[in-house]
């Protein structure tokens, strides 16, 4: 349930008629470089930054009349690009697939591959890059443990960002608001590891000190992750890390992961910034 009562039937022609207007002028709009395309995106990021937002946030932060977000983000709704739940809007699943799907074809996903298999030649472990979007974790790209033994991530697929090193990662380094957003919105226990709201705080600080992040069992039952950012200019774009089986993964091979992960880390981020 939204603040729009219009269903998504009929959609397209109503998105037909809205979006040919997206580089002109829309009846409260007045004509400058500031076009309702421009408008339209500006509202996108907002809503993709704090992952869970309502139309009066959005018009308080970019500057704009509340007329004009709601307008853009109905658009956008019809689009696929958002959807909207009790008056909060996010990323649309939809959109959000299709992104990751590109970037595991595209430069992302290219330039981990050799890093990936480094890292689980050197660890004997699985290893995986994940990215966020809104408030889901998602992994693009994985290469399995020779061993055949490692555990594996959906590729494509929405997870938790609170549950799990890796995921954990992208958490810590998110805007405060979208913190925030995963916390208040309830964190689901899928074994007696997965923190709580107390201690998922605690957790993300030290995670932002040491940009490392160790797991015992959060996500996946038996599973022990270490997870690392990877940072280009400053922002964290994505997160790599490895895990396995916790009867072979000790404290001697969560130190020797941290180590081979902070060099790959260091050299995607090189990669990356040049890509």
Request: charged residues 20%.
């Amino acid at each position: 349930m939204g603040d729009d009562p219009t269903s998504a039937g009929g959609s397209v022609g109503r998105m037909s008629g809205e979006m040919a207007g997206l580089d002109g002028v829309g009846a409260d709009e007045s004509p400058s470089g500031d076009g309702a395309l421009a408008r339209g995106l500006r509202v996108f990021r907002a809503i993709a930054e704090r992952g869970s937002t309502n139309v009066a946030t959005i018009a308080k932060d970019l500057d704009l009349p509340v007329s004009t977000v709601y307008r853009l983000a109905r658009t956008l709704r019809d689009a696929g690009l958002v959807s909207v739940r009790d008056n909060e809007y996010r990323v649309s699943r939809t959109f959000a697939n299709i992104a990751t799907v590109r970037l595991h074809n595209d430069v992302l996903s290219n330039a981990a591959r050799p890093a990936l298999e480094r890292l689980s030649e050197e660890t004997g472990a699985t290893s995986n890059l994940l990215v966020r979007s809104g408030l889901s974790a998602y992994c693009v790209h994985e290469v399995e443990a020779q061993r055949g033994e490692g555990p594996r991530l959906p590729i494509g697929e929405p997870m938790p960002l609170h549950a799990g090193a890796e995921h954990r990662v992208l958490l810590a380094f998110a805007p405060t608001p979208l913190i925030d957003a995963v916390i208040g919105g309830g964190l689901t226990s899928y074994t007696t590891t997965t923190p709580n709201a107390p201690t998922l705080r605690t957790s993300l600080d030290a995670i932002r000190q040491r940009r490392l992040a160790v797991s015992h069992g959060e996500y996946l039952p038996g599973v022990v992750a270490v997870g690392v950012p990877v940072f280009v200019h400053h922002r964290v774009v994505c997160s790599v890390g490895v895990a396995g089986p916790d009867e072979r993964c000790t404290s001697d091979w969560v130190r020797r992961s941290a180590g081979a992960l902070a060099t790959a880390s260091l050299a995607l981020s090189d990669l990356l910034a040049s890509a």
